[in-house]
């Protein structure tokens, strides 16, 4: 018996709207896929790129980031530079062969707990049948060259 | 008469670019001549890998290491050369961070020894024969290194001492990053602590640089031939790309000077881990698309249509730096490009 | 099977190494070169925007970058179809020609000078640049440095930066050269006609003037009868920046002439599995194996084969040292042609027959009117889809090809490099040095080991390293083992 696979979200969350929407979601016991691992940010706009990669990288099979409406940041404009630098993520991630599935950009408001909720489950449904990602094991490989280099085939130093 | 301290320098996957910049400090290789004994060095020297296997453990004072880590000759020489010297150098983008070869790692070795051996117009090969790591031939065996499928920097398979970023770094950096360590061995004097970036400066290269720079917000990226651009100002203002906010300076920003954007060949600034993460970062949010207010679904369209004027994010943001990214290597299958 | 290998090859872009295998008679039975290194340009390009390919490429080589960016910066002109205006055409070939200047100078001074200057069987210590200067003087040593710096600073200037240039464009130049510039410019031009005469001075002074010398260059060991490629202008004469491509056979006859977008239909190359490095050779003869001769694909593409494939120079100076070149090595005129040189240490010569002619070139456009233009950046706005551009690299006839979408993203990369060319002539070459001069009971000296050498290193293989200043003896070794493979003879160079 096997146990089916359960994609690891790993989510930023912004304190103001998609933190506490996840808090409402609590507290109001909605029921939904356990999946995400909440990360709380004052902003989705602290956001660096960085982090996502690094989640990728670090075992995530996907990251979610989740702001305020635009319109309604605290900050006035920092959902505004998430919503920039998401769409160009986006583009740079298929060219490192990610699917557009795992990285998912998700407005939700304080009020929002079902929206937020909806959107974990939608989420985790969606990488579901994309399978994990792995990218250490199956992308670097063994000594981060990508595949399995047998013995064999690399010749020893010969004396010469 | 003391003994001269002893110098290497080596390439792996390289293009020589680092040597000939080594060699334009002009007369000032007499001085390292007077100063050094050679080692090792490939280029111009006739010391050979036994040569360098009989030495005791440290015996090179200082090796300056460049180009990146494409095959297993690469890595075992990275690993002999760590073992018989004392300090050394990752020396110029390649070695520092993977530089133009890394950019293989977008693509697969399969779909290189494809493309290289098979596809080429010009390809005389109709029994698909391709490089072999070990091949009879009538009068014995012949052996040759194993291509990796991944370019990796010096520093992912030895500990390396010191990084000079650049591709290649600039002479005056390199004399003074010379000077120091000459100064360091004759005299005692001090050196910089141990996986320090030296050779290059501590800011951005748009502080380098002399173009007039105002707040941006830029509304569409243009391909260097798209226009001419103005004059004394800022390239990314007029939406070309340049990666001078994201790369290290040291340089002098000699590219923007030239009319054509910084490429980001001198590396990450301190603290960044993935400069082409960075680079992303800085551009996209300068983008002048989009305001508290406006509708989402008509800012997510307009910022989809700028983004898409800018090609090629994955190779222009991570030109120099692929083998140091976070995600280091494209997934890929097959012939993907 | 007895066997020599010598590792590494220096001089090489990445390493290379040879493998002489001797039979039982003590004979040597073949010779291997094999080059350990790839990179994938033509792979990792696709997907890149092709105005890009200036800045990527020229990191296919450092000692050559110059060759690839203006090589790059054609196929671009091909590729959207633009024509470049008669004074971007002068900018580019005044800064190749700066190019060309350090390029061959370090050549001559510092790789394939010292076996002259010192001689073969000099000592190994002293067969390098220093011994060259303190044969010569430190006076002509610093003269080196300085034509390398001052040049240098000229493709600086010209081209953005040092090493990796980045103007090249589509249809133009990022960046025009001032009044005032031009005038620093024209004064280095100047120095470098002088310097180019000297060296071609100090050829006729060391070599020409030993006998010995002239028998080595001479000697059957080095010479190879085979086709020869180089780019000409309209008039026949040689030109390192544009032209079309021409091809003579081993009797001087013009076998074809073709313009680099055709290279296809008249180069193939070959793949061995012994070396990372492919095997270009002509189609119209076909490939017959390693071997010299017209019926034989093998061609060649060095400054000698450029000569050999032109009626002359451009210029007046070095049009005087070409005949000069033909008329001393006994080459006689047939159809007011001279015969190819055959003798493959002769290149050396040639290479400074084309420092002259670089340097008068330099000069000529440096002081032609049009050089100052500012309007040397243009707007392009056709569609991109296939281009092919090529120059003549110091090593050989560079060829770049590049398929884009329309949006001018790579989808496909194909070049044919300077060395690339050359690589079945260098084996050849090897192997019959290393046929005359390792026979049954031949002691193997260092000498010996240099002359192998030397049939490699007049080719000047892309990875040539400026100013050596050091104790610069060629990293070698020479290993004979017995069909046991136990080690009977082992012999090294290293100080």
């Given at each position: 018996?096997?146990?089916?696979?359960?994609?690891?979200?790993?989510?930023?969350?912004?304190?103001?709207?998609?933190?506490?929407?996840?808090?409402?979601?609590?507290?109001?016991?909605?029921?939904?896929?356990?999946?995400?691992?909440?990360?709380?940010?004052?902003?989705?706009?602290?956001?660096?790129?960085?982090?996502?990669?690094?989640?990728?990288?670090?075992?995530?099979?996907?990251?979610?980031?989740?702001?305020?409406?635009?319109?309604?940041?605290?900050?006035?404009?920092?959902?505004?530079?998430?919503?920039?630098?998401?769409?160009?993520?986006?583009?740079?991630?298929?060219?490192?062969?990610?699917?557009?599935?795992?990285?998912?950009?998700?407005?939700?408001?304080?009020?929002?707990?079902?929206?937020?909720?909806?959107?974990?489950?939608?989420?985790?449904?969606?990488?579901?049948?994309?399978?994990?990602?792995?990218?250490?094991?199956?992308?670097?490989?063994?000594?981060?060259?990508?595949?399995?280099?047998?013995?064999?085939?690399?010749?020893?130093?010969?004396?010469? | 008469?003391?003994?001269?301290?002893?110098?290497?320098?080596?390439?792996?996957?390289?293009?020589?670019?680092?040597?000939?910049?080594?060699?334009?400090?002009?007369?000032?290789?007499?001085?390292?001549?007077?100063?050094?004994?050679?080692?090792?060095?490939?280029?111009?020297?006739?010391?050979?890998?036994?040569?360098?296997?009989?030495?005791?453990?440290?015996?090179?004072?200082?090796?300056?290491?460049?180009?990146?880590?494409?095959?297993?000759?690469?890595?075992?020489?990275?690993?002999?050369?760590?073992?018989?010297?004392?300090?050394?150098?990752?020396?110029?983008?390649?070695?520092?961070?993977?530089?133009?070869?890394?950019?293989?790692?977008?693509?697969?070795?399969?779909?290189?020894?494809?493309?290289?051996?098979?596809?080429?117009?010009?390809?005389?090969?109709?029994?698909?024969?391709?490089?072999?790591?070990?091949?009879?031939?009538?009068?014995?065996?012949?052996?040759?290194?194993?291509?990796?499928?991944?370019?990796?920097?010096?520093?992912?398979?030895?500990?390396?001492?010191?990084?000079?970023?650049?591709?290649?770094?600039?002479?005056?950096?390199?004399?003074?990053?010379?000077?120091?360590?000459?100064?360091?061995?004759?005299?005692?004097?001090?050196?910089?602590?141990?996986?320090?970036?030296?050779?290059?400066?501590?800011?951005?290269?748009?502080?380098?640089?002399?173009?007039?720079?105002?707040?941006?917000?830029?509304?569409?990226f243009y391909r260097p031939y798209d226009l001419?651009?103005?004059?004394?100002?800022?390239?990314?203002?007029?939406?070309?790309?340049?990666?001078?906010?994201?790369?290290?300076?040291?340089?002098?920003?000699?590219?923007?000077?030239?009319?054509?954007?910084?490429?980001?060949?001198?590396?990450?600034?301190?603290?960044?881990?993935?400069?082409?993460?960075?680079?992303?970062?800085?551009?996209?949010?300068?983008?002048?698309?989009?305001?508290?207010?406006?509708?989402?679904?008509?800012?997510?369209?307009?910022?989809?249509?700028?983004?898409?004027?800018?090609?090629?994010?994955?190779?222009?943001?991570?030109?120099?730096?692929?083998?140091?990214?976070?995600?280091?290597?494209?997934?890929?299958?097959?012939?993907?490009? | 099977?007895?066997?020599?290998?010598?590792?590494?090859?220096?001089?090489?872009?990445?390493?290379?190494?040879?493998?002489?295998?001797?039979?039982?008679?003590?004979?040597?039975?073949?010779?291997?070169?094999?080059?350990?290194?790839?990179?994938?340009?033509?792979?990792?390009?696709?997907?890149?925007?092709?105005?890009?390919?200036?800045?990527?490429?020229?990191?296919?080589?450092?000692?050559?970058?110059?060759?690839?960016?203006?090589?790059?910066?054609?196929?671009?002109?091909?590729?959207?179809?633009?024509?470049?205006?008669?004074?971007?055409?002068k900018l580019r070939e005044f800064f190749y020609?700066?190019?060309?200047?350090?390029?061959?100078?370090?050549?001559?001074?510092?790789?394939?000078?010292?076996?002259?200057?010192?001689?073969?069987?000099?000592?190994?210590?002293?067969?390098?640049?220093?011994?060259?200067?303190?044969?010569?003087?430190?006076?002509?040593?610093?003269?080196?440095?300085?034509?390398?710096?001052?040049?240098?600073?000229?493709?600086?200037?010209?081209?953005?930066?040092?090493?990796?240039p980045v103007a090249g464009m589509p249809g133009?130049?990022?960046?025009?050269?001032?009044?005032?510039?031009?005038?620093?410019?024209?004064?280095?031009?100047?120095?470098?006609?002088?310097?180019?005469?000297?060296?071609?001075?100090?050829?006729?002074?060391?070599?020409?003037?030993?006998?010995?010398?002239?028998?080595?260059?001479?000697?059957?060991?080095?010479?190879?009868?085979?086709?020869?490629?180089?780019?000409?202008?309209?008039?026949?004469?040689?030109?390192?920046?544009?032209?079309?491509?021409?091809?003579?056979?081993?009797?001087?006859?013009?076998?074809?002439?073709?313009?680099?977008?055709?290279?296809?239909?008249?180069?193939?190359?070959?793949?061995?599995?012994?070396?990372?490095?492919?095997?270009?050779?002509?189609?119209?003869?076909?490939?017959?194996?390693?071997?010299?001769?017209?019926?034989?694909?093998?061609?060649?593409?060095?400054?000698?084969?450029?000569?050999?494939?032109?009626?002359?120079?451009?210029?007046?100076?070095?049009?005087?040292?070409?005949?000069?070149?033909?008329?001393?090595?006994?080459?006689?005129?047939?159809?007011?042609?001279?015969?190819?040189?055959?003798?493959?240490?002769?290149?050396?010569?040639?290479?400074?027959?084309?420092?002259?002619?670089?340097?008068?070139?330099?000069?000529?456009?440096?002081?032609?009117?049009?050089?100052?233009?500012?309007?040397?950046?243009?707007?392009?706005?056709?569609?991109?889809?296939?281009?092919?551009?090529?120059?003549?690299?110091?090593?050989?006839?560079?060829?770049?090809?590049?398929?884009?979408?329309?949006?001018?993203?790579?989808?496909?990369?194909?070049?044919?490099?300077?060395?690339?060319?050359?690589?079945?002539?260098?084996?050849?070459?090897?192997?019959?040095?290393?046929?005359?001069?390792?026979?049954?009971?031949?002691?193997?000296?260092?000498?010996?080991?240099?002359?192998?050498?030397?049939?490699?290193?007049?080719?000047?293989?892309?990875?040539?390293?400026?100013?050596?200043?050091?104790?610069?003896?060629?990293?070698?070794?020479?290993?004979?083992?017995?069909?046991?493979?136990?080690?009977?003879?082992?012999?090294?160079?290293?100080?």
């Amino acid at each position: 018996m096997s146990e089916p696979y359960e994609p690891v979200i790993v989510g930023f969350l912004c304190n103001w709207c998609s933190y506490r929407a996840a808090d409402l979601a609590g507290t109001a016991r909605i029921k939904y896929a356990p999946n995400m691992r909440a990360i709380r940010v004052m902003c989705s706009g602290r956001v660096d790129p960085q982090f996502v990669l690094k989640a990728l990288r670090e075992g995530a099979d996907g990251v979610m980031i989740a702001g305020c409406h635009p319109g309604e940041c605290h900050y006035v404009d920092g959902n505004i530079k998430t919503l920039r630098r998401f769409t160009l993520l986006k583009q740079l991630l298929r060219q490192w062969g990610v699917e557009d599935e795992r990285v998912q950009l998700v407005w939700a408001s304080a009020s929002e707990g079902n929206l937020l909720a909806a959107a974990v489950d939608r989420m985790t449904e969606q990488l579901r049948p994309l399978g994990p990602l792995r990218w250490k094991e199956t992308v670097l490989g063994r000594n981060g060259h990508g595949e399995f280099i047998p013995v064999e085939e690399v010749p020893a130093v010969e004396e010469v | 008469m003391a003994e001269k301290p002893k110098l290497a320098m080596y390439w792996a996957a390289a293009c020589g670019g680092c040597e000939i910049s080594t060699l334009n400090i002009g007369e000032k290789i007499l001085v390292v001549d007077d100063v050094f004994d050679l080692a090792f060095f490939p280029c111009i020297a006739d010391f050979k890998v036994k040569d360098v296997q009989g030495y005791p453990d440290g015996y090179i004072d200082v090796c300056l290491f460049n180009g990146a880590i494409r095959n297993s000759e690469n890595e075992e020489m990275a690993h002999l050369l760590r073992q018989k010297s004392k300090f050394v150098v990752a020396f110029g983008s390649c070695a520092y961070e993977g530089c133009i070869p890394a950019l293989s790692n977008l693509t697969s070795r399969q779909a290189t020894l494809e493309t290289v051996y098979f596809d080429n117009p010009s390809i005389d090969n109709p029994e698909m024969t391709l490089p072999q790591v070990k091949t009879r031939v009538a009068e014995g065996e012949l052996t040759l290194p194993y291509f990796y499928q991944t370019v990796k920097a010096l520093d992912q398979v030895v500990p390396v001492d010191y990084y000079i970023p650049g591709c290649p770094p600039e002479p005056e950096q390199i004399w003074a990053v010379l000077e120091v360590v000459v100064n360091a061995l004759l005299n005692g004097g001090p050196l910089p602590p141990g996986g320090s970036i030296v050779g290059a400066g501590k800011v951005a290269v748009c502080e380098e640089c002399p173009l007039e720079k105002n707040v941006k917000a830029i509304d569409q990226f243009y391909r260097p031939y798209d226009l001419i651009p103005q004059p004394g100002l800022c390239l990314l203002e007029q939406g070309i790309v340049c990666m001078g906010p994201a790369t290290r300076s040291g340089c002098g920003a000699l590219c923007p000077q030239a009319n054509m954007g910084c490429r980001g060949c001198y590396g990450p600034l301190d603290g960044v881990e993935d400069q082409g993460a960075k680079m992303l970062s800085a551009i996209a949010s300068v983008v002048g698309v989009g305001a508290a207010g406006e509708d989402e679904g008509e800012m997510a369209k307009k910022l989809d249509e700028v983004m898409s004027t800018l090609v090629d994010p994955a190779g222009t943001f991570y030109r120099f730096s692929m083998a140091h990214s976070l995600l280091q290597r494209a997934k890929v299958n097959g012939k993907q490009a | 099977m007895q066997r020599i290998t010598i590792d590494p090859i220096t001089r090489l872009e990445g390493h290379g190494k040879i493998e002489i295998f001797l039979d039982d008679a003590g004979e040597v039975a073949n010779a291997y070169l094999q080059i350990p290194e790839l990179r994938g340009f033509e792979q990792f390009c696709v997907g890149r925007p092709a105005e890009e390919m200036p800045r990527i490429t020229n990191r296919i080589c450092g000692v050559c970058p110059e060759a690839h960016h203006m090589a790059a910066t054609k196929a671009l002109d091909a590729l959207y179809h633009v024509e470049p205006s008669s004074a971007v055409k002068k900018l580019r070939e005044f800064f190749y020609s700066a190019f060309y200047v350090t390029d061959h100078t370090t050549h001559f001074y510092a790789l394939g000078g010292p076996d002259f200057v010192l001689g073969p069987d000099a000592p190994a210590a002293e067969r390098n640049i220093l011994g060259v200067v303190h044969k010569v003087g430190l006076e002509i040593g610093k003269a080196v440095i300085d034509t390398r710096m001052r040049n240098h600073h000229v493709i600086k200037q010209v081209g953005g930066r040092g090493v990796h240039p980045v103007a090249g464009m589509p249809g133009g130049w990022s960046k025009a050269i001032s009044e005032e510039e031009r005038q620093e410019f024209e004064a280095i031009a100047r120095k470098n006609v002088d310097f180019a005469l000297f060296s071609l001075k100090v050829f006729d002074d060391i070599v020409l003037a030993n006998q010995a010398y002239v028998d080595l260059i001479l000697s059957d060991a080095f010479t190879h009868r085979t086709y020869y490629m180089g780019t000409v202008d309209s008039n026949n004469k040689v030109n390192f920046y544009d032209g079309l491509i021409r091809v003579v056979d081993p009797q001087g006859k013009e076998f074809v002439k073709y313009p680099s977008r055709d290279y296809a239909k008249h180069v193939a190359e070959r793949v061995e599995p012994w070396s990372y490095l492919k095997f270009p050779y002509l189609k119209g003869v076909g490939w017959k194996g390693f071997v010299d001769g017209p019926e034989s694909g093998v061609y060649c593409a060095t400054p000698l084969s450029r000569l050999n494939a032109s009626d002359g120079m451009a210029t007046p100076l070095a049009q005087e040292a070409f005949e000069r070149f033909y008329q001393t090595l006994g080459s006689q005129q047939v159809n007011g042609r001279y015969q190819p040189v055959h003798q493959r240490l002769a290149t050396h010569w040639a290479r400074l027959v084309e420092l002259l002619y670089a340097a008068e070139r330099m000069l000529e456009l440096v002081t032609d009117p049009e050089i100052t233009d500012p309007n040397v950046r243009v707007v392009v706005k056709n569609t991109p889809d296939e281009g092919v551009g090529s120059v003549e690299a110091p090593r050989g006839t560079l060829t770049h090809h590049y398929w884009t979408d329309e949006r001018g993203i790579l989808t496909g990369v194909n070049l044919i490099v300077g060395t690339t060319n050359n690589n079945a002539p260098i084996t050849m070459s090897v192997k019959k040095a290393a046929q005359h001069l390792i026979h049954n009971g031949t002691v193997i000296t260092e000498g010996l080991l240099n002359r192998v050498e030397m049939a490699f290193r007049n080719y000047d293989p892309c990875m040539s390293c400026a100013t050596h200043s050091l104790p610069g003896q060629m990293p070698l070794e020479v290993v004979i083992r017995d069909p046991d493979g136990n080690v009977i003879e082992h012999l090294s160079q290293y100080t």
